[in-house]
C-alpha cells in the first residue's frame, strides 16, 4: 500500500485555500494519507485537517519555524519525509512552494513535477499529468519507485468541497535541524494583489466571451449572473479590451476556478481558457457554433445565439 505525504500550507492557523485541495489530490491516490504542516499557527490550521480523511496529521513545532524562511522549511520537510518514508510528497502549487519545493528536491536528489492537474497510481507506480506550452499541450510523466515523487498541485484541478471527511489523529513532532546558517532576513510575507472578487471562493460563475461583440452587451449576461446569484467573468479578449477588470479574467492568464455551476456565454472555448475552468463541477456552453471547442468540455450545450438564448433562460429563472 502507497505512503501519501500531504504538505499543507497555512499562515497565523488559516489553512490556504490549496491545501484541502491537495489532501483531496491525496485521498484520490488511495493508500495511506498523511498530513503535516508547520510554521507559526500550525496547531489550529492542524484541528482543521484532523475533520478529513487521513491516518494522522503531523504539527512541525521548532522555533526556526516561526517565520518562514527556505532553509528551515526544507530541513523540517526533508526531516518527516526521512521520517515517514511516503511514496508520494504532494504539496499545493502556491508562491511558498514554489520558492523552496526545487530546493527540496534539489536536497532529497529527486525530480520535482510542478503545477499537475492530476495523479494517479497504477501498477507501476505514480502517473502525473501536468500542462506544457499554457495549456496548449499536456504532458504524462511516470515516477519511478527509487525515492518519493514530489509533486505540486495547480490550484483547481482537485475540488476543496470533495475532500473526504473523517477523524485523523493530531501529533505533535519536534523536527531535528541542523545547522541553518546564513539565511535572509525575511520581510513582509508575499501577498497577492487585492482583488474585488474571489473567483476560484465562488459557487457559481457566468462569464463572457467576445460573442457578445461590444460592451454594452454585457449587461445581457449580467442579467443572467444575477438571475443565478452567480458572480461575473470573462474570457480574455474581454478584458484585454478593458470591458471587464483583469480580476474577473478566467484562464491561464487569469484566476483558475472550480465552481459547481459554470455557464460560458459566447466563449469558443480556447485552451487557454479551459484551462482555467476545466474543473468546474458542471459546465453549461451557449454558443451558436456547433463546432465550438467548448462544447467538447461541457455537460450541458446549447447551441443557439446568446441574443435570444439568455433572455429566455433569464425570464424563466425570474418566473421559477
Request: proline share 5%; glycine share 10%.
Amino acid at each position: 500500500m502507497s505512503r501519501v505525504l500531504v504538505i499543507a500550507e497555512q499562515q497565523g492557523g488559516a489553512l490556504h485555500r490549496m491545501s484541502l485541495e491537495t489532501v483531496a489530490a491525496g485521498q484520490s491516490l488511495g493508500g495511506e494519507l498523511i498530513v503535516a504542516v508547520m510554521g507559526a499557527g500550525a496547531a489550529g490550521a492542524a484541528q482543521s485537517l484532523g475533520g478529513y480523511r487521513a491516518a494522522k496529521v503531523v504539527v512541525l513545532d521548532h522555533p526556526a519555524l516561526g517565520v518562514y524562511t527556505a532553509a528551515a522549511a526544507v530541513q523540517a520537510l526533508a526531516w518527516v519525509i526521512a521520517a515517514e518514508k511516503p511514496d508520494v510528497v504532494l504539496l499545493p502549487h502556491t508562491y511558498r512552494t514554489r520558492d523552496f519545493a526545487p530546493r527540496l528536491a534539489a536536497r532529497l536528489g529527486r525530480p520535482l513535477v510542478s503545477d499537475a492537474v492530476s495523479v494517479a497510481m497504477d501498477e507501476k507506480g505514480l502517473v502525473v499529468e501536468r500542462q506544457l506550452f499554457q495549456g496548449k499541450m499536456a504532458g504524462t510523466f511516470r515516477c519511478d519507485s527509487s525515492g518519493p515523487a514530489i509533486v505540486t498541485i495547480q490550484a483547481g484541478a482537485y475540488r476543496a468541497d470533495l475532500a473526504e471527511a473523517g477523524t485523523a489523529p493530531v501529533t505533535t513532532v519536534a523536527p531535528e535541524l541542523g545547522e541553518l546558517g546564513p539565511s535572509a532576513v525575511p520581510g513582509e510575507p508575499y501577498r497577492e494583489s487585492a482583488r474585488t472578487v474571489d473567483l476560484s471562493a465562488a459557487e457559481r460563475i457566468v462569464a463572457a466571451g467576445r460573442g457578445i461583440k461590444e460592451e454594452g452587451n454585457l449587461e445581457i449576461v449580467k442579467e443572467l449572473a444575477e438571475a443565478l446569484g452567480a458572480e461575473l467573468a470573462a474570457s480574455r479578449p474581454i478584458c484585454d479590451n478593458g470591458w471587464m477588470g483583469m480580476e474577473r479574467q478566467v484562464g491561464s492568464s487569469g484566476q483558475t476556478v472550480a465552481p459547481k455551476l459554470y455557464v460560458a456565454v459566447g466563449i469558443s472555448g480556447a485552451i487557454q481558457h479551459i484551462v482555467g475552468m476545466k474543473g468546474s463541477k458542471c459546465i453549461v456552453a451557449i454558443n451558436r457554433d456547433p463546432d465550438a471547442p467548448i462544447f467538447e468540455s461541457a455537460d450541458y450545450g446549447i447551441v443557439g445565439d446568446l441574443f435570444d438564448v439568455v433572455p429566455a433562460i433569464v425570464k424563466e429563472l425570474r418566473r421559477v
